[in-house]
């Protein structure tokens, strides 16, 4: 065993000696750079078409110095030119270059002039630098979910002890009595029977005027309960169902800030608010292949990056080629806001006409982690806004006639949709 | 005996009210007011492919709708780049409406600046989005347009979400935004 050790250590040393010696024997200018520096510099420069250890828009780059030197024999003044002008290099007829061109289809790696040579070096020692073996993950899980566990778990168990309790008290109690009990047939005390009265339900029940009473109040009472009831049939307030991808509105539209009309374009310019195509998820999804923030026990990162596998799968996206397959499947997304048929409802009059903001009806969706219908969408939640909203009448010329006029009818300044003509039946259901 | 029936209209109680499932939709009065016979927005359809979202007929051309001739390759953003001009003069300009719809669709990567710092940037979930006044890129108004009409790299196109008026609308204040980065 020694022996072999002793072998690959004399293998590392002349390996070293080697690296040394090609280290010397470089150009001046090829000074090791700074990793730090060049890691913003590449996630400012390059990071939008490169990742050290992916492909996308052009190749990966980790180790490329030395990958280029092993297998193309290129130097770093040949990367010098490269990023600096690539269609220059390209048009001079390196073979490489255009190798490398043609194999990523065509796509010109744009020039960077203004990076200079020292740039270059901190990039480069950045993209030399060891890949980060993952560091074992999940103390940083375990630690979260012990945490948020243990405040499920204390509030458990505080119940279950105090029903603990609570039921050891009743069977003390009855325990007592028993005993109780059993010391005065011994001592021979007689308990005191129950009298041979009516019982007090008995004479209630022979009371007919108070039968008559509680006979109305328990009709009103039904009465109530079922006109309740019949009332919330067809409102789906509260409707959750399961999407067959698990998008989350909380992180994107929460956490990152994504604008609801980012998604939802045809909001602005159309009745319905649209479900977007999933050439629009796959705007930002190309570049995010994985879930990097804050996860629960409930929904790991594994689970989130499940959900962007899937996306790619119905979108026919090949994550390792960075290509589409061309083989795709549209999404079965459940519908939850649903008017019924006989009302009419137009997004971009809300939306782009009249300003609403979208949490207006559909509640803080923002917050939301699985999407649910948080209005009731009833004919009387419509009317009401209608009633309180008012309209924005300034600015806007070509309605200062009737604002006016209605402004006069009413007596007042500002005006309601209602008083616009919001309630008209017509406007809805026609 | 009496306990027992107490016990059973408690149970039977909870159990009604536990029934109300939130991932299932209510019970409706008339279902047939409610579904329309026409086909629903994005519903199932009796069409080849199922869905009622389909795409126009090919060589369909809205009203008012011109073709965008220039092709997606890079050959056609340099085509672009050197001979594409916005149809938009002065007075049609309208840099506020630019400006919204612009923070919607591209200040979430870009940045409301321009300067490649959106919301995604800051998050580290997207890297490497450049400043508007990148000299190597050196974008005009036929590459924005080029580049908002097909994506380019790793952004994609932005045809479906935005017409060609407010693409244009979009061009300009991008190059106002430009113009302010490079002052």
């Known amino acids: 065993m020694r022996k072999v050790i002793h072998r690959k250590l004399s293998k590392n040393f002349l390996r070293l000696g080697l690296v040394f010696l090609l280290a010397f024997t470089n150009t001046l200018s090829a000074q090791e750079g700074d990793p730090a520096k060049g890691k913003s510099l590449f996630n400012a420069n390059c990071a939008a078409c490169h990742k050290l250890d992916k492909k996308m828009t052009g190749p990966a780059l980790r180790n490329v110095e030395a990958r280029l030197a092993e297998e193309e024999g290129l130097d770093r003044e040949w990367l010098y030119a490269w990023i600096k002008n690539s269609a220059g290099v390209i048009k001079s007829g390196d073979a490489y270059a255009n190798k490398i061109y043609k194999e990523y289809g065509g796509a010109a790696m744009t020039a960077f002039p203004q990076l200079s040579n020292e740039d270059i070096d901190n990039i480069l020692a950045y993209t030399a630098e060891e890949k980060k073996v993952a560091p074992p993950t999940p103390p940083n899980p375990d630690g979260g979910t012990d945490t948020a566990t243990s405040g499920g778990i204390s509030n458990e168990i505080i119940l279950g002890a105090l029903a603990i309790l609570f039921i050891l008290l009743a069977a003390g109690l009855y325990l007592v009595n028993k005993t109780l009990r059993r010391f005065a047939s011994a001592q021979g005390i007689d308990l005191p029977e129950s009298s041979s009265r009516t019982p007090l339900w008995k004479a209630f029940i022979q009371n007919q005027f108070l039968m008559l009473v509680v006979a109305i109040f328990f009709l009103l009472s039904s009465a109530y309960f079922v006109y309740g009831y019949l009332s919330q049939i067809g409102v789906d307030q509260g409707y959750q169902p399961v999407q067959p991808i698990h998008f989350s509105h909380k992180i994107h539209a929460g956490d990152n800030g994504v604008d609801c009309k980012y998604c939802h374009s045809s909001a602005r310019v159309s009745k319905t608010s649209g479900i977007p195509s999933l050439n629009v998820c796959m705007n930002c999804h190309k570049s995010i292949y994985e879930y990097t923030g804050e996860t629960s026990p409930e929904y790991s990162k594994e689970f989130y990056d499940g959900e962007i596998k899937k996306l790619y799968a119905a979108a026919g996206w090949d994550d390792a080629e960075q290509k589409y397959t061309g083989e795709s499947s549209p999404v079965k997304w459940v519908r939850i806001h649903n008017l019924p048929d006989f009302a009419y409802f137009n997004h971009s009059q809300h939306v782009t006409v009249a300003g609403v903001e979208c949490q207006t009806c559909h509640g803080p969706v923002e917050e939301m982690e699985v999407m649910y219908q948080h209005a009731p969408l009833t004919m009387g939640w419509c009317i009401n806004c209608h009633r309180e909203t008012n309209i924005d009448v300034k600015d806007n010329a070509y309605y200062t006639k009737i604002h006016e006029e209605l402004s006069k009818k009413y007596g007042v300044d500002e005006l309601t949709a209602a008083q616009m003509g919001g309630l008209e039946c017509g406007k809805c259901h026609y | ?183």
Request: aromatic share 10%; net charge negative.
């Open chain 2, 1 to 183: 005996m009496k306990s027992l029936i107490k016990i059973l209209v408690i149970a039977v109680v909870l159990v009604a009210v536990s029934c109300k499932k939130d991932t299932a939709p209510n019970y409706q009065f008339m279902p047939n007011m409610y579904e329309s016979a026409g086909y629903e927005t994005y519903g199932e359809a009796a069409f080849p492919n199922g869905v009622e979202a389909q795409v126009p007929a090919e060589g369909s051309i809205p009203r008012g709708f011109v073709p965008f001739d220039i092709e997606n390759s890079t050959a056609g953003y340099e085509l672009a780049k050197a001979t594409l001009k916005s149809p938009l003069d002065s007075t049609q300009v309208d840099l506020e409406r630019g400006k919204e719809i612009y923070n919607i669709y591209c200040g979430i990567c870009h940045g409301n600046k321009g300067k490649g710092q959106g919301n995604l940037v800051k998050r580290e979930k997207i890297l490497g989005i450049p400043s508007y006044d990148d000299a190597g890129r050196a974008i005009n108004e036929g590459s924005i347009y080029h580049t908002i009409y097909y994506g380019k790299n790793a952004m994609g196109s932005y045809a479906n979400q935005l017409n060609e008026e407010e693409r244009w609308q979009v061009v300009s204040y991008v190059l106002k935004l430009k113009a302010d980065l490079e002052k």
